[in-house]
């Protein structure tokens, strides 16, 4: 469903809600609020600070009292906002709890002038406001009233919002790619929906024969069970720049273990296991609108992982694209089997300055770290400040894991040059780290860092920002990263 239309305005439009801002003053209980009588609606004499003494309103982040409006305009109701610190984290915040809060108001206007906010905690305002927003249904039949226009009231500059809306747009369309069911949704499926969605950039996909022809055999030992075949998707963006990044996405359209079959309640969410090729397709669209000074390209390794008669067995050895070997112990750990292929490729064929990849990979990352915050790994530690940097300013936190190199035994393999997953011998848990570790083995030595979505990729309910479902975690986080390298100076380069 479409996001509502966000436009701004010197003077108030007739709209069905109004909201106006509040803020607390010197971090104390008064509270200051634009006075709806003079420049407020016609006919509605409301004195903002006696109200929000009267309804004890704290100001605090995503805080709201609704006024109902009686009388015959369009105006329904004045809802004040609180905006805690005034931080990014909180308008972002107090933009969502709007956006609920008008969820069927058709059309709202949001009253800015009555403060200086910055650029940044303007951006924040309008992502949260947009992204919770999002709707994803396949009822038969859509609810009609929704939220359609916004009017922003105040100092807003056109470049800050067209910013925003940029980056939730594409956000909206990775999360659209993991909220669509995967009966919907195979690998083919997904190539197409890259084509789509990538309108006006180079994509080219590989099929199951050019996969097996050129060894990619991670791609295809996982794809095989499926009676529908892997892809391997690649799009360019060029904006020139001294720079290339490859962004490495997860792509596997159902995940039901394979052979290793999962249990019902842990495969119950398993279309998401793309939501890695879904960050790194839209985060493309978003830096190629926002037109950065950079290269990036984009790989996306598409497979289902089914069981049947075809599919690969546990003790089966593949061979990954480049020519090393895997014993395969545990066919439920394939995506590090499908980003290994696309992770060497890249290595071996597009030279790029730094590779990282998304990947919602081990059940195990949000034991370690909740549901809301993804793992980053990271082989140096400047790519890793880069992308905390990019964490902070965009919202999608993280959290940096140790590449731990005693565990690096436990992927030996007697017969292959590595197994899938940790000798259980060694009695060594940490799984999101030896699967780091099995990846780290592709990157030939490049600046690399790997980002381990398991946890954030899909939210349980709306929250924030976050609406039930996918929720396109990555695309602000890389967009955000992309920026500030397409504009940093290549001093940087060499361990960039
Ligand atoms: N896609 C799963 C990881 C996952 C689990 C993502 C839960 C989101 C929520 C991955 O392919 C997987 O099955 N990993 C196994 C690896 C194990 C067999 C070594 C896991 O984490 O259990
Ligand atoms: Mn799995
Ligand atoms: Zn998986």
């Known amino acids: 469903m479409p996001l509502p239309s966000v436009v701004l305005a010197a003077d108030l439009p007739p709209a069905v809600v109004l909201a106006v801002l509040t803020q607390p003053s010197d971090g104390g209980a008064r509270l200051v609020g634009a006075r709806l009588t003079g420049d407020g609606p016609p006919g509605l004499a409301v004195d903002v600070d006696v109200l929000l003494s009267r309804e004890a309103a704290k100001g605090e982040a995503g805080e709201i009292i609704a006024v109902p409006v009686p009388g015959p305009g ?10 805690g610190d005034g931080s990014p984290p909180a308008l972002r915040k107090a933009g969502a709890a709007l956006a609920r809060r008008a969820k069927d108001a058709v059309s709202l206007a949001v009253d800015l002038r009555a403060f200086e906010l910055e650029a940044p905690a303007l951006r924040a305002l309008v992502e949260g406001l947009l992204l ?10 859509p609810k009609v ?16 919002l067209a910013a925003a809306v940029l980056v939730v ?27 789509t969605l990538l309108t006006g950039l180079s994509v080219t996909v590989l099929d199951e024969m050019e996969l097996r022809r050129k060894g990619f055999g991670g791609i295809v030992g996982v794809g095989q069970g499926s009676t529908r075949p892997p892809r391997l998707i690649q799009a360019v963006y060029d904006g020139g720049g001294s720079r290339h990044v490859v962004l490495v996405g997860k792509g596997i359209t159902f995940d039901t273990g394979g052979l290793s079959l999962k249990p019902n309640d842990s495969m119950l969410a398993m279309k998401t296991d793309m939501g890695g090729a879904a960050a790194v397709l839209a985060t493309l669209r978003a830096v190629a609108d926002l037109g950065l000074a950079i290269r990036v390209t984009v790989l996306a390794a598409a497979a289902e992982n089914m069981p049947s008669g075809s599919a690969q067995r546990p003790g089966d050895v593949l061979t990954q694209y480049g020519g090393r070997t895997v014993e395969v112990l545990n066919t439920d750990a394939e995506g590090r089997l499908v980003l290994a292929d696309a992770l060497a490729y890249a290595d071996r064929k597009l030279s790029p300055d730094v590779i990282v990849d998304v990947a919602t990979l081990t059940g195990a990352m949000p034991i ?45 393999s007697p017969i292959a040059d590595l197994r899938n997953i940790g000798r259980p011998k060694l009695k060594l848990s940490g799984g999101s780290i030896t699967a780091a570790l099995f990846l780290r083995e592709f990157t030939g030595g490049r600046p690399w860092a790997h ?23 990555g695309v602000r986080l890389l967009t955000s990263w992309l920026t500030a390298l397409s504009a940093s100076p290549a001093a940087t380069r060499a361990s960039a």
């Open 368 to 412: 370690a770290l909740g549901k809301r915050v993804a793992g980053l790994f990271a082989s140096t530690d400047e790519l890793a400040e880069q992308l905390e940097q990019a964490s902070t300013d965009s919202g999608e936190p993280l959290w940096r894991m140790p590449l731990v190199e005693d565990y690096r035994v436990a992927l030996d």
């Open 132 to 141: 919770a927003s999002y709707r994803f249904s396949r009822k038969a039949e």
């Open 145 to 160: 009233r929704a939220l359609q226009d916004v009017t922003l009231v105040g100092p807003v500059g056109q470049d800050e």
């Open 74 to 83: 369009p105006l329904e109701r004045v809802l004040l906002v609180g905006l």
């Open 169 to 195: 747009t594409a956000t909206a369309a990775a999360r659209d790619l993991v909220n669509t069911p995967s009966l919907e949704k195979s690998p083919e499926w997904l190539a197409d929906s890259a084509r």
């Open 451 to 473: 980002l381990d979505i398991a946890g954030p990729a899909r939210s349980g309910a709306d929250e924030d920002e976050l609406t039930k479902g996918g929720t396109g975690y």
